[in-house]
């Protein structure tokens, strides 16, 4: 069966300090991995989205940056964070981008707090 | 484009009581649908999914929806409520309409419903 990782589970970060954060995906191949923030408990916004080693598409200009370094890991980055940087970052992973007719499976999630 | 409308902020219901978490979309093509629900700083679980075929989808926990295409609805139901039912639901959709839509292969979630499940 496929899971989902994503470390750390919870961050305090001071504003102006790098950030990373990592997600993988056991069990597929070839998934297509997603990073959400998710403000204030309530609405999620789609950061990036992959469809191959390499392959970023970004949706939201901002100072966060994400890399597919292997098939099945994706990383979010930032090298200065800003207050309004603070949420719950969230991985998924779905079969494949023009499969639409499946689902995306979700990871535990990263709650960062900048201070 | 697409989007998805939850008009229900919180949804409040006693034990036992039937539960409806209710949902509206727009979509230029047909749309594939989709219910998560979120427990307290957890991820998103999948419930369940609309692509084609009987309008009446059964899911997880014992959770269905009900594809209206006419009212552009995709209300999440359950029975008979339990308490531990009580989290954050979304509801999604994705719009098959076209393969120059910008929106292709994107879920576009709403806004989630609080759903209060008292004993």
């Known amino acids: 069966s496929q899971t989902i990782h994503q470390w750390p589970a919870t961050l305090v970060q001071p504003v102006g300090s790098p950030l990373s954060l990592e997600c993988t995906v056991e069990?597929?191949?070839?998934?297509?991995l997603y990073w959400y923030r998710q403000a204030a408990g309530r609405g999620l916004q789609l950061l990036f989205y992959?469809?191959?080693?390499?392959?970023i598409s970004s949706e939201v200009p901002q100072n966060l940056s994400a890399s597919r370094p292997q098939d099945r890991q994706f990383i979010l980055s930032s090298k200065k964070l800003l207050l309004s940087d603070s949420g719950f970052y969230l991985c998924a992973w779905s079969v494949g981008l023009f499969e639409a007719a499946y689902e995306q499976y979700f990871g535990p999630g990263t709650r960062l707090t900048v201070t | 484009a697409q989007s998805v409308a939850q008009p229900e902020d919180q949804v409040n219901v006693a034990e036992g009581n039937p539960l409806t978490v209710k949902c509206t979309y727009s979509v230029s093509g047909n749309p594939y649908l989709f219910w998560y629900v979120q427990y307290p700083n957890r991820g998103l679980q999948f419930l369940l999914k609309?692509?084609?075929?009987?309008?009446l989808v059964k899911g997880s926990y014992g959770f269905e929806a009900e594809f209206n295409k006419s009212q552009t609805s995709f209300h999440l139901k359950k029975p008979s409520a339990l308490v531990s039912d009580s989290a954050l639901y979304f509801c999604a959709v994705r719009d098959m309409g076209g393969v120059t839509t910008d929106s292709w292969g994107k879920l576009q979630f709403g806004a989630g419903t609080q759903v209060v499940v008292t004993p």
């Open positions: 069990g597929t191949s070839n998934p297509n």
């Open positions: 992959s469809v191959g080693i390499g392959q």
């Open positions: 609309y692509i084609t075929g009987d309008n």
